[in-house]
T-cell receptor, first 113, second 113 residues
């Protein structure tokens, strides 16, 4: 089993719809959770981070964390073509004090007009 | 302007040659990281450093070497022992200490001639 696994893509949604990206992790002691967006040929840029169970909202983005079920998700409301990118889930493993991140393989999102 | 710079943007390596990728940050971050990304995959950690003059191997350190002589600089050398070096190399930095967020440079694409 992969340490961090994302739902296989590619994911295609129409403009204006909600895109749902999911990520599960194997280390129950994981503490910090991040979502990065990566456009083709570019480096990852941070969208959101979440540390506590529940929801965290930032504009059109909502991160949801459920530590008991070991999953974290990202919802993108009112999806726009500019949201088309690869989304990377990253997790700080338990017992690590220096922020080492383990990344999932990424989910490609396409928002079509 | 604060940020992370990487150079060169593209790098070509000949068989048996060592090449060095530059990473500089002016964010006053303690921790710096090197990742490798292969097509369609997530990021894999090569080396990381939490403090000047100290660094640790990541998950795929074989064939790579680093130094951390200055806080703002963390160069990566891809040695001739790395038999499959073609990849997108990403440098990141963070404040250090646990839950902090990693910020990425623009990346260097390494190709083998």
């Amino acid at each position: 089993q992969k340490e961090v696994e994302q739902n296989s893509g590619p994911l295609s949604v129409p403009e204006g719809a909600i895109a749902s990206l999911n990520c599960t992790y194997s280390d129950r002691g994981s503490q910090s959770f991040f979502w990065y967006r990566q456009y083709s040929g570019k480096s990852p840029e941070l969208i959101m981070f979440i540390y506590s169970n529940g929801d965290k909202e930032d504009g059109r983005f909502t991160a949801q964390l459920n530590k008991a079920s070991q999953y974290v998700s990202l919802l993108i409301r009112d999806s726009q073509p500019s949201d088309s990118a690869t989304y990377l889930c990253a997790v700080t493993p338990g017992g690590t004090s220096y922020g080492k991140l383990t990344f999932g393989q990424g989910t490609i999102l396409t928002v079509h007009p | 302007d604060g940020g992370i710079t990487q150079s060169p943007k593209y790098l070509f390596r000949k068989e048996g040659q060592n090449v060095t990728l530059s990473c500089e940050q002016n964010l006053n971050h303690d921790a710096m990281y090197w990742y490798r990304q292969d097509p369609g995959q997530g990021l894999r950690l090569i080396y990381y450093s939490q403090i000047v003059n100290d660094f640790q191997k990541g998950d795929i350190a074989e064939g790579y070497s680093v130094s951390r002589e200055k806080k703002e600089s963390f160069p990566l050398t891809v040695t001739s022992a790395q038999k499959n070096p073609t990849a997108f190399y990403l440098c990141a930095s963070s404040d250090g200490g646990g839950k902090e967020t990693q910020y990425f440079g623009p990346g260097t694409r390494l190709l083998v001639l």
